[in-house]
């Protein structure tokens, strides 16, 4: 191990040992007189490689604790002797126990008394100690400049050497301007071991502080002429690292290019050399330090490049590939080929060495090639296509980095040629993918189609594979684009709900935006399904409205269905009501036995909608009309009307869906007839002169409420059912009495709106998938207002570590309440209570924080809620 001291034969250290020196003088003969005799007095400490099995011999981490705390304790008592012979040894067992991950801190002043020893030996521990102990934010490192600056001076060049190590590893931006010359003149010593250590170490020193950049510039330079290649390799590092941090030491050093392209060929062309051969190669450590710097020289300068094609051309083919090494070289290589404004051939070839790497049975050096092609597959994107067969044959590797990898190439692949090919071949591997890529997988395969789809069924088909083969990995925005494009297609639309409806009445597992986008379809359009020509859809039979109530009754009685499914179905079953004819009886009883469920979103769904088949029977039609074909704003910002509709796209000012009409707001009372749950699925509105009138005509009902006054009345406390009414202008609470006889049959009884204990809501916030809703209740004759704040999570998946969190100016005292929990399901919810007093009757303001994780991601958000009534406080 260590032969510090070891020899058992002698009392004299090992320098000592040696043949009579008339060097010697007698001081030296003395002093080594003296710690002879110190030894014969003082016990030998143990030796590291003793320390060293017994720590390997303990069985148990307190024997191992046991046994250092001896030795620790053993060390500081040796450290209080002045002249103590075996510091030198104490302090390399400290160094281990160190490493071990033991304090070890109170042994740096003894490291630096081991520095200022005149032995090599000493010299060599204590700087070794210093770099593991020492670091610029202790002040005893700064004891050490001193010691560093009369080493650098010294004539061993090993002594220079260590001290030239150590301040480079533990240089502070003070120590580095002290020494900085001395590192400056070092690098032009004749001694070339010297000269590379005095490299190293300026890179160390630009890398702390940048602006010494400009002392070491001359020296660097001429290190290129270097035959040492050592020296040589050091000299290119440094130059490197000052042309990656200073644009004006680039353009400085570009000259150099025709020198460096010098060098390398010279590498490549050279016969065999022991000391620089690797595996057949010409030390490929200068070579790929070469190409990295020829590589910054090169980027964003054509001449640059223009000098160094050749080169990079005999590299990549002069390069043996039967080893990692040649591998290494042509990786850098290609590296250098796609950063500088290189000839289209020469990238070519660039792209074909990757193609190499991908049929290499290092698993390594095919995710190093997948990596690199998707970062320059946007420079020559016809090169990498005629890889695309093995970019595809990746995506059934066994290693799941190489997978996801080649998916994401694969995708930047796409285009409208190869759609079919492609999208084949992606589809059939998110069928087959791991639960973490089905979610990526699936919205970027609908952006592709989306973008390069060559016709509307194609595109649909590829929607409803993706919806088949992600099952509940489907984001959001999949299930809000298949219903979008579905809409604006009318011609596809009985192709498509045929097909849905196949889809679902064959496989009725657990894939809910399969479910939800089939249910919205067959309720939009189910009596198309059940006329749907057979041509259509190679034989495939229409089903009869009592197979489709069927299907219904086992989607809406499935335990793996979730609320927000069930809430579609509900709603697509209302609108079956209007669509078939022989079925209304059944659907009305299915309707009706959900007016008793548990949950209390089916039941108000199940009541509200069983009122469609009593009184307000004649309404029916009109409001559960066809939803006309979605808008959709494209990248020219104007709202268009795609598919196969040819009538004039009217502005949003001009289209009945957003005149700011009292209709509209009655209508969309409607659709929503629930007080702060939304129905999840959208409902056809109408705006014909007699729809309008029986709306008016039947909140007439209602003691000739007009719109107005809708405005300002605000929905009442918990007691009561409240019902929001939403339009253009936003959300109108609209109060319904506790005592209406609402369960009843009655919806719309003569009640008159209780305008007591004031209760408004406002939405906090409302995006992927959390909702944040604020109920307001002001105590009486107080400044206090009570926030009941509901978190509910909308998404598929649950959400843990949920925290909220709120500010108010300091004009307002905030005080809240420990929340209900911190994990969320599906549909789940969280509630806290918050008290905000305002003593000025300010205008309340608050910002939020909404922090949880959703499938193991950390999701953080924040907003401000300005939205606060005024009125609250008055």
Known sequence: MYPYYESEWSVLPPELNRRFNPAFNMATIKQAVNEAIERVRMPTPMRLRDLIRQIRAARTAAEERSVVN???????????????????????KLLYIHMLGYPAHFGQLECLKLIASSRFTDKRIGYLGAMLLLDERQDVHLLITNCLKNDLNSTTQFVVGLALCTLGAIASPEMARDLAGEVERLMKSPNAYIRKKAALCAFRIIKRVPELMEIFLPATRSLLSEKNHGVLITGVTLITEMCENSPDTLNHFKKIVPNLVRILKNLILAGYSPDHDVSGVSDPFLQVKIL????????????ASE??????????????TSKNVGNTILYETVLSIMDIKSEGGLRVLAVNILGRFLLNNDKNIRYVALNTLLRTVHVDTSAVQRHRSTILECLKDPDISIRKRAMELSFALVNSQNIRTMMKELITFLEKADPEFKAHCSSNIVMSAERFSPNKRWHLDT?????????????DDVISSTIQLISESTNQQPYMTLQLYKALSEDLMDKQPL????????????????????????????PTEEQVIDLYQKLLWSPQNTTTTKQYALMSLTKLSTRFTSTNNKIQQIISSFCSSLHIELQQRGVEFSQFFGKYSHLRPSLLERMPPMEIVRQSGEPQTNGDIESEVKSPEESPQHVNSDSNALLDLLVDFGGTTTTPQPVSTTTTTSNKVDLL????????????????????????????????????????NQNSNFIGGDLLSNTKAVNEKDVPIITAYDKDGLNMCFSLDKVPDS?????????TNQTLSTMTDFLFQAAVPKTFQLQMMSPSGTIMGPNGQITQVLRVTNPNKSTLKMRIRLSYTIDGNPVQVQTEVNNFPTEIWD
């Open 697 to 736: 005509d039947l909140f007439n009902e209602m003691d000739n409420i007009d719109t107005p006054a809708l405005q300002s009345l605000p929905v009442t406390d918990s007691t009561n059912l409240g019902l929001i009414v939403e339009n253009n202008n936003g959300s109108l609470p609209l109060v319904i």
């Open 463 to 475: 929607l409803l594979k993706v919806l088949v083969g992600a099952g509940n990995y489907v984001r």
């Open 70 to 92: 001896k030795e620790c304790a053993y060390i500081r008592s040796t450290f209080r002797e002045e002249d103590s012979v075996w510091r030198c040894r104490n302090i390399a």
């Open 515 to 542: 479910t939800q986008v089939a249910v919205w379809a067959i309720g939009e359009y189910g009596d198309q399904l059940l006329q749907v020509s057979i041509d259509d859809d190679s034989g495939v039979v229409p």
């Open 783 to 791: 400044n206090t207002l009570t926030i009941n704040a509901v978190a």
């Open 292 to 303: 990295k710097l020829l590589r910054v020289l090169g980027r964003n300068d054509a001449d």
């Open 307 to 320: 000098a160094m094609n050749d080169i990079l051309a005999q590299v990549a083919t002069n390069t043996e």
